[in-house]
């Protein structure tokens, strides 16, 4: 595609539900990358998927939090049992280039857990 | 650990003036360094990537330089305009392997540009 797609862009959940985001990255991208960005806490950097490497999960907060990558693709990030404090805005960046590489954003989807 | 700090907070300008948004850094070992636009409920545009090796990368009426051994950045714009106004965001790739891709962001300038 022409650009970074994510869905859905707003989700509203309960406490304690699973929910599941999307990221779509631009075409011929090898690398993918998961940020949140919530109030005082700025942007953060959770996990990232290279070609066929195994993914770095090194910025995931917990084990509640996983995601796949599916045929060098598509990519979806699973939050189990979710917490008021994972309220945030989730965004997926692509990028052309292996290792740091300019990063093309996504719109991000917003989380809010009531 | 690297941390990322941009200074001001936040900046309030009438239009056409030129601008300086500050970024700096504690680690010089860095890959390379990124500006970014974030315009509210929208993601990040990538504005100006600075190699490690580079001190400067320009755009349009913007220009961004880099002093790795001082930690510090800065993007320039000139003749600002209403249409700037937006979020500012510097980040740092850390130069380790397993690094580069781990951008580690500042918390962002905003800018109000008033007619």
């Known amino acids: 595609g022409a650009g970074v797609s994510q869905s859905p862009s707003n989700k509203v959940t309960e406490k304690g539900k699973d929910v599941e985001l999307r990221c779509d990255p631009i075409?011929?991208?090898?690398?993918l990358y998961w940020y949140r960005q919530s109030l005082g806490q700025g942007l953060e950097f959770l996990i990232y998927?290279?070609?066929?490497?195994?993914?770095?999960k090194s910025g995931l907060p917990s084990d509640r939090f996983s995601a796949e990558r599916t045929g060098g693709s598509v990519s979806t990030l699973t939050i189990q049992r979710t917490q008021q404090e994972d309220s945030a805005v989730y965004l997926c960046?692509?990028?052309?280039?292996?290792?740091?590489?300019?990063?093309?954003f996504g719109e991000g989807s917003r989380l809010t857990v009531l | 650990k690297q941390e990322v700090t941009q200074i001001p907070a936040a900046l309030s300008v009438p239009e056409g003036e030129n601008l300086v948004l500050n970024c700096s850094f504690t680690?010089?070992?860095?890959?390379?360094l990124q500006w970014f636009r974030q315009d509210p409920g929208k993601g990040l545009t990538s504005l100006l990537l600075i190699q490690s090796s580079q001190r400067e990368q320009t755009s349009g009426r913007l220009n961004a330089s880099l002093d790795k051994s001082s930690g510090r950045s800065t993007l320039y714009i000139a003749a600002s305009q209403p249409g700037d106004s937006a979020t500012y965001l510097c980040a740092v790739s850390p130069a380790f392997s397993g690094g580069y891709n781990k951008l580690i962001f500042g918390a962002g300038t905003r800018l109000a540009v008033h007619p």
């Open positions: 680690d010089s070992a860095i890959y390379n």
């Open positions: 960046a692509s990028s052309q280039q292996l290792n740091g590489g300019e990063l093309f």
């Open positions: 075409s011929g991208h090898t690398a």
């Open positions: 998927f290279q070609g066929n490497s195994a993914p770095d």
